[in-house]
């Protein structure tokens, strides 16, 4: 499973910090990055056109609407990058052809082209389940991003929503999900989202003053699973996730790496 960071646009991060920002990211072995929308993809590109400090292995994910002139605007940034994912939003209100229509033009473009999809309409919209279902075959998509866009599921429904968008993806695909702990719920649903062999999660890394509001700390997240895996995972899910969360296990490695931002202070 992967950490994604999802705050690395915060508007309050300076063109002087933003080093110091991805070198942190980069010692935690966080390397995906996601933008929201086009401005905040727009906003950080600003900063590194002026910072001389190599992005590495980063990989770059932005979510767009399915709007061909937004579409358009993105990849005139996101194609700078060496690798990236362009996921467009499926919304309960979108015409099924004009979704069609933007994906056509997407992938014209480039390969790296995911849905991001609401888990809470997926639970109350059955034609949302379908129209992935009809998308993922059409255009053999098998990248998935699922959200929690108003912050207000439980660990039932991320569960249940989870379930239902599974039996549509394409067997394979790759899913990640964004938790929103804007309500304070955020924590806990990716932590039951983690028993549901996610391949991505998002969050943030950062320090306190830079983060954003609805993104899930990294560090609490950790601190709920090393007290609960051994009653709640498989031998071969904490493997996994040991991993992920390798450089938040209090090692001597992960000790110097995050002692000197007082991360976890």
Not at 149 to 156: A, K, N, R, S, V
Not at 219 to 227: D, F, G, I, M, S
Not at 230 to 239: A, C, L, Q, T, W
Request: hydrophobic share 40%; proline share 3%; net charge negative.
């Amino acid at each position: 499973m992967q950490l994604l960071e999802t705050c690395l646009a915060n508007s309050d991060t300076t063109e002087h910090n933003m080093g110091e920002t991805i070198s942190l990211l980069q010692r935690l072995g966080i390397r995906d990055w996601v933008f929201s929308d086009f401005s905040s993809l727009k906003r950080f590109s600003r900063q590194m056109e002026k910072s001389s400090f190599p992005l590495g292995r980063a990989h770059v994910h932005v979510i767009s609407y399915p709007n061909i002139d937004l579409i358009k605007m993105i990849w005139s940034i996101i194609s700078l990058y060496d690798s990236f994912t362009i996921f467009l939003r499926c919304t309960k209100s979108l015409q099924e052809e004009e979704f069609k229509d933007a994906l056509y033009y997407a992938f014209s473009l480039t390969d790296n082209v995911g849905c991001a999809i609401d888990l809470e309409s997926a639970l109350n919209l059955p034609v949302i389940g379908q129209k992935v279902q009809t998308l993922g075959q059409e255009f053999e998509l098998n990248r998935f991003l699922f959200l929690d866009t108003e912050g207000l599921l439980i660990p039932d429904e991320v569960s249940k929503g989870f379930r239902i968008l599974r039996s549509k993806v394409p067997k394979h695909s790759k899913i990640f999900y964004f938790p929103n702990n804007q309500h304070g719920l955020g924590l806990v649903n990716a932590f039951y989202a983690m028993q549901l062999a996610l391949d991505g999660l998002g969050g943030t890394a950062l320090r306190e003053e830079d983060k954003c509001a609805a993104a899930v700390d990294f560090a609490e997240l950790y601190l709920l699973y090393r007290n609960k895996r051994d009653d709640m995972f498989s031998k071969r899910s904490i493997g996994i996730l040991d991993r992920a969360f390798r450089s938040f296990s209090g090692g001597e490695e992960a000790k110097s790496t995050l002692q000197p931002t007082s991360y976890l202070g």
